[in-house]
């Protein structure tokens, strides 16, 4: 098979296409065709030798990829006959060789998907879509908020306002440039506006026409964080999930003891610790895929063999919603 193998620790080139030898599944495994597999902001930071903190650095070499849906095609021992054949996603773990042509996976990890959700779909809800829900839940959405979403054009922000208008609160959605502007209206945000232009936001206060925003979430941090927590109103709050600038909010004393804002860092540990863990929040996830609620965001397919290109385009912000990358001969590529 043909796989994304990593030897050093570095740059998006170091990710190279080689091909390797089948994985075979061990006790308790399957192993998957892969049809589609995530490409995440954490991948392009191991990639990096830079974290996350909370884990130790892989082993080189190594398979990046830790999101793949696909069919599966080999049973361990132990696994049920059952799941051969199945349509699934699972959630790997870290560098756990999703971006592969075939990926081995526990049985125990695996979802099997309805007809009607397409693998790109699925691989996005069984990752940025847990994660959502775990903010969300921190969030606590009212109908009566005013809902401030950073990089709304994002895998996770697409997220965010429809599940803000799903509650029936008003959704503010901040991207930078025109077209991922437009991409938000269409998302249906009640005021979308282009973070990249000066001003923004006093463009933001005079569109509310008088309201305040209630609520921020923002995983971007730096500059834009630091605005948008300025935007929100007295005993607002604002819930914190990441930087994917590099650097976190700049707080100041005068920010939460003159506004009265609240913060909260909602990260990996705090989303696990949730009831049901993460295999709940990926219930979920799916099943509001499933039902429509909510619409995973997917950006245009990366073949596998372009995995260095995708880390660029996604460390860039040039992409939209979820990164996915899919065998060269897949029909997403057409």
């Known amino acids: ?165 799903n509650v029936g609160a008003v959704a503010v959605g901040v991207a930078g440039g025109p077209d991922k502007v437009e991409l938000v209206e269409r998302l249906g945000a009640d005021i979308a506006v282009d973070y990249s232009q000066p001003g923004w936001t006093q463009t933001v206060r005079d569109r509310l026409e008088g309201r305040e925003i209630t609520v921020a979430l923002d995983g971007v941090g730096g500059d834009l964080g630091t605005d948008a927590l300025k935007l929100i109103g007295l005993g607002g709050r604002m819930i914190l999930f990441g930087w994917s600038s590099g650097t976190p909010i700049a707080v100041g004393p005068d920010v939460l003891y003159t506004g009265g804002v609240s913060l909260m860092g909602v990260l990996g540990p705090w989303i696990m610790q949730q009831a049901g863990g993460m295999r709940a929040l990926e219930d979920e996830s799916l099943a509001a895929a499933a039902s429509g609620r909510l619409e995973p965001l997917v950006g245009p397919a990366f073949a596998l063999s372009e995995a260095a290109t995708a880390h660029i385009a996604l460390e860039t912000r040039a992409t939209v919603g979820k990164t996915v990358l899919v065998p060269d001969t897949s029909p997403l590529l057409r």
Do not use: C, N
Not at 6 to 35: C, W
Not at 85 to 97: I, P, Q
């Open 1 to 165: 098979m043909h796989a994304i193998r990593q030897h050093v620790f570095g740059p998006a080139e170091s990710l190279v296409y080689e091909e390797v030898d089948d994985p075979k599944p061990g006790p308790g495994q399957v192993r998957i065709v892969v049809a589609a597999a995530g490409v995440h902001f954490i991948d392009a930071s191991i990639r990096a030798g830079q974290g996350p903190p909370s884990a130790p650095k892989p082993t080189l070499p190594m398979t990046p990829g830790r999101e793949v849906s696909g069919v599966v095609d080999a049973l361990g021992d132990g696994v049920d006959e059952a799941w051969r054949g199945k349509r699934v996603v699972a959630h790997l773990g870290m560098t756990s060789g999703g971006y592969a042509e075939l990926a081995v996976a526990a049985a125990e990890s695996l979802h099997e998907l309805p007809d009607d959700l397409a693998f790109d779909a699925a691989v996005a809800m069984i990752g940025t879509g847990r994660t959502a829900v775990g903010i969300l839940r921190a969030a606590r959405l009212q109908a009566d908020d005013v809902v401030l979403i950073t990089a709304a054009a994002g895998g996770l922000g697409a997220l965010f306002v429809q599940e803000a208008k």
